[in-house]
């Protein structure tokens, strides 16, 4: 039996369905008490550090903790659980944190690499834990702003290390309290044999070989001595319903989904999810793309295609559409955080914002200041800046010369139709239904000033084309923004995805069409990617 700490935030079913498929059952915390007698206890952190310990002092579960690990009782934090061991973060100054590990956790410095890191990199370890057993220097998932970095005071903590421009603590332990600030429930078969290890290890065995430090064990993920975070190869599910009324997965051309009429049928999204998860995608996005008409509380298929896909898929998971308030036929006010609320309890890692996040930056633009209402803005202050993604529809708009717009125009290698040598890109709401006078580069430098996580930009030009991902629209955006980018529409072949990563620095590359159609497998994207000396899972 596992006891499983649930304050009430983000996605923990992930964890509890991992635990599940382990053979393991669950228990709830009901009262404070239950912290300090469970016999095995695990703790995800969700959230942002400052509300995670603000739930943790309402519930009269901080003191409990400390009382558990002071007793040397089975514990394992995850991600933002690794975190609130130390004393404070730089995330919610003025918050303590238990205080348990002597240091403060600082922000990724800005400029050197994507903040946050998002994906997978290595961990090398500094000392003996049974966790890390039969772990053979696998990827893991990581997805955090903030890191605990490495102290003379708190080195005897230091279980592993990782780099992502500096070395930072991965993992730390001491007697039986264990914790890592990567996902071991996002992180495929290597993520799960670490919560195996901790759910098989008796108390009194583990307790037994506290104090053996052998180094014999010690792995680096690279023969440089540093681990490296990999380019991400994401497989994208176009989710709506067809005329049978089946939730089907579709697929357009330039965002055109129908044949004759009916909607394209590309299977079913649960089965073809788990088909990706096991063919090794690094992330699965679900994108119900009809959500800017739909209401997602009243979609309630969609909220379980993402329960029924968490109970067998152990990488993370994105859904967008739709997300933004709503009053329903009966006057019942929802907002935005209600709704990412519900995807996050139903599975979902990340939340993706289309068409709302174009009206949010238009009014920023209007009023030249954040009002803190808009649904970037409260979900990223809640769930943390990691889960808010922002999805971008933009297509070009070619223009003659460069001040015919005030637009942010670049120069082009793919003239217009009339020879012009100059583009925008112009974004575009309700499914590239309808342009707006704003620009890509306008809608990602407001969207990550609002706390956007993520940037996944398509392009309608390209979407289902086959002919290549548009280069110069990703460096664009890459150039303008700190926080990573998502390259998406147009793949064809396995060396689009090769060409992406060499001619752009992109963090991550997206792709639907050719997985759906079989015409590529992810391993053998993968695998190229691997030749041309690119890292990856
Ligand atoms: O506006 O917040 O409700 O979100 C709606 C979401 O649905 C947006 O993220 C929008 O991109 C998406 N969407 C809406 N309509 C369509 C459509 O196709 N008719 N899909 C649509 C956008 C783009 C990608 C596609 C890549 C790769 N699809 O999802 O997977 O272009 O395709 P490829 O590899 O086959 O070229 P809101």
Redesign the pocket.
């Known amino acids: 039996m596992v006891t499983l700490l649930d304050y009430g935030a983000g996605n923990i079913r992930s964890v509890r369905n991992a635990i599940k498929k382990l053979g393991f059952s669950v228990n709830e915390i009901k009262t404070p008490e239950d912290i300090f007698s469970a016999e095995k206890l695990i703790f995800p952190g969700v959230g942002s550090f400052g509300l995670v310990m603000q739930r943790l002092r309402e519930k009269g579960y901080a003191e409990q903790i400390i009382r558990r690990i002071q007793a040397d009782k089975p514990f394992l934090g995850i991600c933002v659980a690794l975190q609130t061991l130390y004393e404070g973060s730089e995330e919610s100054p003025g918050v303590a944190g238990l205080g348990l590990i002597p240091g403060q956790i600082k922000r990724f410095p800005e400029g050197k690499t994507a903040v946050p890191q998002i994906g997978w990199n290595g961990i090398t370890s500094q000392k003996f834990s049974p966790l890390l057993e039969e772990y053979k220097g696998e990827k893991l998932y990581f997805v955090h702003s903030y890191y605990a970095s490495l102290t003379e005071k708190s080195a005897d903590w230091t279980l592993a290390t990782t780099d992502y421009g500096l070395e930072f603590v991965s993992a730390v332990k001491r007697g039986n309290c264990t914790a890592f600030q990567f996902h071991p429930e996002k992180s495929g078969e290597a993520g799960l044999k670490m919560l195996a290890n901790y759910l098989a290890s008796s108390f009194a065995e583990t307790v037994e070989i506290r104090g053996k430090n052998n180094l014999e064990n010690k792995f680096v993920a690279t023969e440089q001595g540093k681990t490296s975070i990999g380019k991400r190869i994401i497989a994208?599910l176009?989710v709506r319903t067809n005329s049978s009324g089946d939730l089907v997965v579709?697929?357009?051309d330039q965002?055109?989904?129908k044949d004759g009429g009916e909607v394209r049928n590309l299977g079913k999204p649960v089965a073809l999810a788990r088909r990706y998860y096991e063919e090794g995608a690094d992330e699965i996005?679900f994108?119900?793309?009809?959500?800017?008409r739909d209401f997602p509380m009243q979609d309630q298929p969609m909220l379980e295609v993402l329960r029924k896909t968490s109970e067998n898929v152990f990488v993370p998971l994105t859904i967008?559409?739709?997300?933004?308030e709503f009053t329903d036929s009966e006057g019942k006010h929802y907002s935005s955080l209600d709704v990412a609320h519900e995807y996050f309890r139903s599975g979902a890692d990340k939340i993706?914002?289309?068409?709302?996040?174009v009206y949010t930056v238009e009014k920023y633009l209007e009023n030249g200041e954040k009002n803190g209402c808009s649904s970037i803005e409260q979900i990223s202050r809640v769930y943390g800046a990691q889960a808010v993604v922002v999805?971008v529809?933009p297509r070009r708009i070619y223009v003659s010369f460069p001040d015919e717009t005030g637009h942010t125009v670049i120069k082009t290698d793919i003239p217009g139709p009339k020879g012009e040598k100059y583009c925008w890109y112009q974004c575009t709401?309700?499914?590239?239904r309808e342009g707006r006078d704003i620009d890509v580069v306008q809608l990602v430098t407001v969207c990550e000033k609002l706390g956007a996580g993520e940037i996944?930009l398509?392009?309608i030009d390209?979407?289902?084309?086959?002919s290549g991902f548009d280069l110069e629209l990703i460096q664009l955006v890459k150039e303008n923004v700190s926080i990573p980018v998502i390259a998406?529409?147009?793949?064809g072949k396995a060396d689009h995805f090769v060409e992406v990563f060499q001619k752009t620095s992109a963090d991550a590359a997206?792709?639907?069409?050719?997985f759906h159609r079989k015409e590529v497998a992810i391993a053998e994207v993968k695998s190229q990617v691997k030749i041309a000396g690119i890292e990856v899972r």
């Open positions: 994208c176009d579709t697929k357009g965002y055109d989904v996005t994108l119900n793309i009809t959500g800017f967008g559409g739709g997300i933004k993706s914002i289309g068409s709302d996040a999805s529809d709401v309700k499914g590239g996944l398509n392009c390209r979407d289902g084309t086959n998406s529409s147009g793949a997206l792709a639907a069409g050719i």
